[in-house]
């Protein structure tokens, strides 16, 4: 069973640019959630996407935006970066009842200068 | 709402002894309550979950959390402290949202350092 992969793993984009990360879910699971870890705080809910469809967000501009495929894998696009955008940004998934664990994948470090 | 408050930003204990990590909660509703370990340039494992059965929870390597409703509480311990143990811990209260699915939200954060 293939666990959760994000790409890249590393980031480094200039303030202004547009950037898109990725994420794999682990097999059978229709789910997938995105967090923002800055350093030194906890992970803060994004979005999810059950189905292609989204699912409920999080306080965060529109500027976040994501895309979920027929696979199931899925994409978070964050354009006009900020100097705050500089984060970890974790992908979870899971099977889309609302008792069932999600499992995190290794996460992307986004670093905007 | 809800929301989750980790008493301690940092912990510090001896290789043998017992480990405490407090957490509190708030909650408009029966919650689903996690704690989850992350290792330095890790993603991030469920130690262990409450679903509302059994309030006193076991999870893996050694851990073990408990619910008490009546204080908003769900702390974690281990009996007796590992190196590996050393770690940030994160207390999570989960919400059904629309549709299938759910939405964590984290506490801040519990950095354990383990002594020989």
């Known amino acids: 069973e293939t666990g959760v992969t994000q790409s890249p793993t590393h980031l480094i984009k200039t303030r202004g640019q547009q950037v898109t990360l990725r994420c794999s879910s682990q097999?059978?699971?229709?789910?997938v959630s995105w967090y923002q870890q800055a350093l030194g705080q906890g992970p803060q809910f994004i979005f999810q996407?059950?189905?292609?469809?989204?699912?409920g967000r999080g306080n965060f501009p529109p500027r976040f935006s994501g895309l979920q495929f027929p696979n199931y894998s899925s994409e978070l696009n964050v354009n006009a970066l900020e100097l705050d955008d500089s984060a970890l940004y974790l992908c979870?998934?899971?099977?889309?009842?609302?008792?069932?664990?999600?499992?995190f994948g290794p996460g992307t470090r986004l670093t905007v200068l | 709402a809800q929301s989750v408050t980790q008493l301690d930003s940092h912990v510090s204990v001896s290789e043998g002894t017992p480990v405490l990590l407090r957490c509190n909660y708030s909650?408009?509703?029966?919650?689903?309550l996690f704690w989850y370990v992350q290792h330095p340039n890790k993603g991030l494992q469920l130690l262990l979950k409450?679903?509302?059965?059994?309030?006193l929870v076991k999870g893996i390597n050694g851990f073990e959390a408990e619910f008490k409703k009546s204080e908003t509480s769900f702390h974690l311990t281990k009996p007796s402290a590992h190196m590996s143990d050393a770690a940030e811990y994160f207390c999570?209260?989960?919400?059904?949202?629309?549709?299938?699915?759910?939405?964590?939200?984290f506490g801040g954060g519990t950095r354990v350092l383990v002594k020989p």
């Open positions: 979870a998934s899971s099977s889309g009842q609302s008792y069932n664990e999600q499992f």
């Open positions: 097999s059978g699971h229709n789910t």
């Open positions: 996407y059950y189905r292609e469809e989204e699912n």
């Open positions: 909650s408009s509703y029966s919650p689903s």
């Open positions: 409450y679903t509302s059965a059994a309030t």
């Open positions: 999570v209260v989960s919400r059904p949202i629309k549709a299938a699915g759910n939405k964590l939200t």
